[in-house]
C-alpha cells in the first residue's frame, strides 16, 4: 500500500480474521499518514485560485457541480472550479457558515472526484479518486487542512466514488470490492473485509455508531447488510436487484435505515429494519432513478428532481408517512440539497451551473 499526493492545504485553509460469505478478511500493513503539503506535479497547472466570495455567500451564486453536505453541525459545499466538460476536473471544498451561507474555510484539491466529507472523531473525513486510486482523507474541520491520507484500492472501473461511515470507534470506508476499518488516529488501514464480485457498494453509520449498514453489488445484483460495527461481521442481509448496489443516505439509525434503488427506467425508496435487515411494511415509495431518500434534523426528506409534488416531500423517517410537500417555487427543476438551521437550500438550473437558493422549512416539516 502506497500513499499518492492527493491535496494541498489551501485553505485558512478492518486483528482476528473474520468470515464473510465465501471471503476472509485480512490484516492490511499499517504505515504512518503523513501531512500532505502539494497537489501537484512540477508540470502540472496549479490549481485555480477561488474567486472572491460576494456578501451573502453561496445563496444566489452560480456554481459547476455543487453538493452540500450537512456533518457534525456544519455545512460544506463541493463544486468544480473547471470548464464543465475538462476530466478530471479540480474540485474545491468549502465549509459554510450556515446562519448566513458566507464561505469561511476552503481547500482545493488536484484533479480528480471528491465524495461527501464525514464529520467524525474530532476530524472531517473526505473520500477522492486521485490519479486512479481511492483515497482517505483526513482533515481539520474548520481549516480544511488535511491532516492524513490512506490508499484505500486501485478506482474500479464501474466502482465510482468511495464512501465513508463512523462505527464503532472507527472508521470505515468502501472500495467497491472491499471494505476497510481505519484508525481515526493514525488513518491506517486495520482490518481489509472482501466484498467478492462486488463493482459497487455503499455503507453508512448510525449517529450512535452503534449501527453499521453496507450495501454492494455486482452489475446489479447485491444485498443489503447489516455488520458488526467493530469487527465487520456479517450480521444480517437481504437480496437487492437494480443497477447499482443500493444508495444509503443518512437515515441510519438503530431501528432501520432508508435505501434508494434504481433499477434501470425506475428506482425506489424503502426503509429496513437493521435487526434483520428485512423490508419494513408499507415504506416503498416508487419513481424514477432520481428518487433519493435522506434523513435531515430528524425528518425524512423525499427528493426527485423534475418530478414535481408527488415525489418531493418531507416524511416521518420511522414510517415514510408525508408530512408536507417541499415549498419549492419549482418542483420541475428545482432540486433540495440540504436542510440545515432552518433552511432548505436547493439548487436551480442557470446558464453556466446551478444557483443555490433557500426558503424556509415548513412548520409542518418540523
Known sequence: MRTLPAACGAAA????????GTGCASPRPQRPARTLASVASPAAPPAPASPGIPAGGIVGRVFT???????GGSLYLRRSLSPARQDPPWMELAR?????GAIVATNTFSPGAIGAPLAAAGSLWLT????????????????????GELTIAPVNSG???????YAGGSIWVDGSDELVRVSPATVAAELTIPLPGADTSDIGGSPDGGTLIVSEADSGDGTIQRRD?????LLASHPMLGVIAPLIGGGVSAAGAWVSEPTGMLGYIERFSASSMT????????????????V???VLWVRNQGAGPAQNYCADPATGRRRATLPLPDLGQDYLMAVTGGLIYYSVPASSGFAIRTVPVPAACG
Open 159 to 165: 466502482g465510482g466514488q468511495s464512501h465513508i461511515a
Open 13 to 20: 485553509a478492518v486483528l482476528a480474521l473474520v468470515a464473510v
Open 128 to 147: 477522492g479518486s486521485f490519479s486512479g486510486h481511492a483515497m482517505l482523507l483526513r482533515l481539520d474541520p474548520r481549516t480544511l487542512m488535511v491532516t
Open 229 to 233: 460495527p467493530a469487527t465487520g461481521a
Open 279 to 294: 423490508p419494513q411494511a408499507r415504506t416503498q415509495v416508487t419513481g424514477g432513478n432520481g428518487l433519493h431518500a435522506d
Open 96 to 100: 459554510v457558515d450556515a446562519a448566513t
Open 296 to 298: 435531515w434534523g430528524g
Open 65 to 71: 457541480n455543487p453538493g452540500l453536505t450537512v456533518t
